[in-house]
């Protein structure tokens, strides 16, 4: 087994740029080295690697699979790295290039990145957002390994597990294209509702599978007509069909601001959800994690309005974004931490 005694690190950032320019003349001029030195490095890295790593082709030096494999590990390394020699300097928003990888469902997509990209870019134009939902079975571990910096969604499994702060309660309503019979009317009855063909968004990030629960647990079942698995269909299905779907409240007024839309209470009530963000413990104090954790609450205290209980009290306890030094950040008192 190969240990770091005697690698020099140094040829993960060429293996790295071949990897991406598929060139070793490219990735040498990105690197600011000579054919020679690139070409000596290739070959310590097939010796480390016991592999050719790349193919010489007519489009380029193509990865073998062991490669391919390789290039996610050591990007993600390399960017640990990064971390790691940035991590002793000043966090300045506005001119920081680091990129925070958020899990969000199709539905957090929909109703909340807009306000998020639109802030950011605002706050700290060269940052980075990469959106990379992950089954929630995978997150806590995404989150210790700084694949994911935050999750922001219903996560009650991760509530024990992470740092999270509850940022509102979300209710469900019925959503269906408008139709002149219904007009003025802000329910549904009991029959309309369970004689109507639904349709069921099988989310995997998240957990609206809860709905049938919670509708069962009143007697209550829903036909179920169409069955998807992602929200970003829904728009154009409800538009030409009289299915309903029942949505977390602030997707459906965003679906229904076009006016082709009608919103109705559910003819019969079932819990709210409680929409958390979660983020580990090992980079609590991290200045960077600290102020974009900062700004997001900020962000998604917009969505607390009247359509859904509050924000809880601590999360309104930060007026704005504030750049923490390393060290100095401290959790809030409902910051809540559990210990496995």
Not at 54 to 80: C, N
Not at 159 to 183: D, I, N
Not at 304 to 314: D, E, K, L, Q
Request: overall charge positive.
């Amino acid at each position: 087994m190969q240990t770091l005694d005697g690698v020099d690190l140094n040829l993960l950032r060429v293996f790295l740029a071949i990897v991406e320019e598929q060139s070793l003349t490219k990735a040498g001029e990105r690197l600011a080295l000579s054919q020679p030195a690139m070409s000596y490095s290739l070959a310590r890295l097939r010796a480390l690697f016991d592999d050719p790593l790349f193919v010489r082709t007519r489009h380029g030096m193509q990865p073998t699979p062991i490669s391919q494999e390789l290039a996610v590990i050591v990007a993600r390394a390399l960017d640990s790295v990064r971390e790691a020699l940035r991590y002793a300097e000043r966090f300045e928003p506005q001119v920081s290039t680091r990129a925070f990888r958020l899990s969000l469902s199709d539905a957090g997509e929909m109703a909340y990145l807009p306000s998020i990209c639109e802030e950011v870019k605002r706050l700290a134009p060269r940052i980075k957002i990469c959106i990379e939902p992950q089954p929630v079975g995978q997150i806590e571990e995404a989150l210790r390994s700084r694949k994911l910096d935050f999750a922001i969604g219903n996560l009650p499994e991760l509530t024990s597990r992470t740092r999270h702060q509850v940022l509102f309660e979300e209710g469900y309503v019925c959503v269906r294209r408008r139709r002149p019979e219904m007009a003025k009317r802000h329910k549904l009855t009991l029959a309309e509702f369970v004689e109507g063909s639904h349709v069921l968004i099988r989310s995997v990030e998240h957990s609206h599978h809860a709905i049938d629960d919670a509708l069962r647990s009143k007697g209550v079942a829903r036909n179920i007509g169409l069955e998807v698995p992602h929200f970003v269909a829904l728009p154009g299905v409800l538009a030409v069909t009289d299915l309903i779907a029942t949505l977390p409240r602030r997707l459906a007024e965003l679906l229904a601001r076009g006016g082709g839309f009608e919103i109705f209470e559910l003819p019969v009530p079932i819990p709210s959800a409680a929409v958390t963000m979660h983020w580990h413990e090992h980079f609590h104090e991290d200045e960077g994690i600290a102020w974009m954790r900062d700004l997001l609450m900020n962000i998604m205290r917009r969505f607390a309005g009247p359509a859904g209980a509050g924000v809880s009290t601590s999360a309104t306890a930060r007026k704005k974004p504030a750049v923490k030094r390393p060290g100095s950040a401290r959790a809030s008192a409902s910051e809540k931490r559990s210990s496995k």
